[in-house]
C-alpha cells in the first residue's frame, strides 16, 4: 500500500494535510482568537511568510447542491498563492468551552520531501498559522489536543 501511494506522489506530487484540534478552550478565549483573525483581513492579504505570501482570507461559506440552502461562518480561510492553506473554524461551544480547530493543507512537488512526516512538511504553515492567531497568548495552550 505504502509502495502505492509513493508512486502516485512521484508521479502527481503529494498533497499534504493535517488538522490540530485545541478542545476545551474558554469560549471567550477562541472567540477571541476568531475576532482577531477575522479583524485581520486586510493586513493579510498580500503578506508575506518566508517563501509564502497571502492570497486570499475569507470567512468560508458554501452552497448546498442539492437544495441550495447557504451556510456561513464555516471558518476563517488563508489561502496562500501556491495553493497552500490555513483554515480556523470554531466547533461546539457549550459547557465544557470550545474547540478551535486548525486545518493546514499543503502540496510537495519534490520526491525528495515526499517521505516527511505531516508535521514536519506543515511546519511552515503550523508556523504561520500560530503566529497569525496569536492561539498560545489568547488560549495558554502550547500544544494541539489532538493531531490527525
Known amino acids: 500500500m505504502e509502495a502505492i501511494a509513493r508512486e502516485h506522489w512521484a508521479r502527481f506530487g503529494r498533497n499534504v494535510y493535517s488538522r490540530h484540534d485545541y478542545e476545551g478552550i474558554p469560549n471567550d ?5 476568531m475576532k482577531l483573525l477575522h479583524d485581520s483581513f486586510a493586513s493579510l492579504r498580500g503578506a508575506q511568510f518566508g517563501h509564502l505570501q497571502v492570497k486570499l482570507c475569507d470567512d468560508f461559506s458554501y452552497t448546498d447542491p442539492v437544495d441550495g440552502s ?3 461562518g464555516q471558518g476563517v480561510r488563508i489561502i496562500f498563492t501556491d495553493g497552500s492553506r490555513i483554515v480556523f473554524r470554531l466547533s461546539g461551544t457549550g459547557t465544557e468551552g470550545a474547540t ?3 486545518y493546514l493543507e499543503a502540496f510537495e512537488p519534490d520526491v525528495s520531501k515526499h517521505h516527511l512526516d505531516a508535521q514536519q512538511s506543515l511546519a511552515t504553515l503550523i508556523s504561520i498559522a500560530l503566529q497569525i492567531s496569536e492561539l498560545r497568548k489568547r488560549t495558554g495552550r502550547e500544544q494541539p489536543t489532538v493531531i490527525t
Request: avoid cysteine; charge should be positive.
Open 29 to 33: 478565549a477562541a472567540n477571541g482568537v
Open 70 to 72: 447557504v451556510s456561513t
Open 100 to 102: 478551535l480547530r486548525i
